[in-house]
C-alpha cells in the first residue's frame, strides 16, 4: 500500500509513504521517501510469531540497511507483553 503526497500543490509527489502487510494483515514493513526519488530516507520492519504476537522491530532511519535500533518482544504463557 502506497501513499504519494503532494504538500506543495505543484501536481508531483514530494513525499512517498510505503506499507508492506503479510497474509495475515500484520505490518511488515514502512517506508518513507521524504523527496519522492524511489529510494526511501527510512525503513522501519516488524516480525511475529505464528500467533501473530510481535517479536521484532526495527529502525533504519537512514536506510542504509543496518538498523539503528532494534526492539524484542516476549510474551508469557497468556500471551502479555512481559519484556520489550
Known amino acids: 500500500m502506497t501513499y504519494s503526497y503532494d504538500t506543495d500543490a505543484n501536481g508531483e509527489p514530494n513525499e512517498i509513504i510505503t ?3 503479510d ?3 500484520n505490518q511488515l514493513t514502512y517506508s518513507s521517501d521524504t523527496d519522492a526519488n524511489d529510494e526511501p530516507n527510512s525503513i522501519s520492519t516488524y516480525t511475529y510469531d505464528a ?3 510481535q517479536l521484532t522491530y526495527s529502525s533504519d532511519t537512514d536506510a542504509n540497511g543496518e538498523p539503528n535500533s ?3 518482544y516476549t510474551y ?3 500471551w502479555q507483553s512481559v519484556d520489550i
Open 76 to 78: 508469557d504463557d497468556r
Open 70 to 72: 532494534i526492539s524484542t
Open 23 to 25: 497474509a495475515d494483515g
Open 19 to 21: 506499507y508492506t502487510y
Open 51 to 53: 500467533d501473530g504476537n
